[in-house]
């Protein structure tokens, strides 16, 4: 993993980046119960997807390896438009 975060070029903000996944993570259990921290954390994942999205475009990833990206994306955005 930290090697891909060096071809990434974002080696600096590994821990940070983990760290808002894991809060973003969280966010979504609890929107089980309180919808709007679900929508609140999928939204954030959305956003750092759309990041992950630009970055494989900048280093000239593949259309397959941001694919899951993609995805992600999409699901993220779906679920802070529509809810939990």
């Known amino acids: 993993m930290k090697q891909e975060f060096h071809r990434y070029r974002l080696a600096t903000q590994r821990i940070m980046v983990g760290a808002l ?14 919808p709007w ?6 939204g954030g994942l959305a956003l750092m ?5 630009i970055v494989r475009i900048q280093i000239k990833d593949t259309l397959l ?3 899951p990206a993609v995805f992600y994306l999409a699901l993220n955005t779906y679920l802070c438009i529509a809810g939990f």
């Open 21 to 34: 996944q894991w809060f973003a993570g969280i966010g979504l259990l609890a929107g089980m119960s309180q």
């Open 65 to 67: 390896q941001t694919i």
């Open 49 to 53: 997807m759309l990041i992950a999205v």
């Open 37 to 42: 921290m679900g929508q609140l954390a999928a």
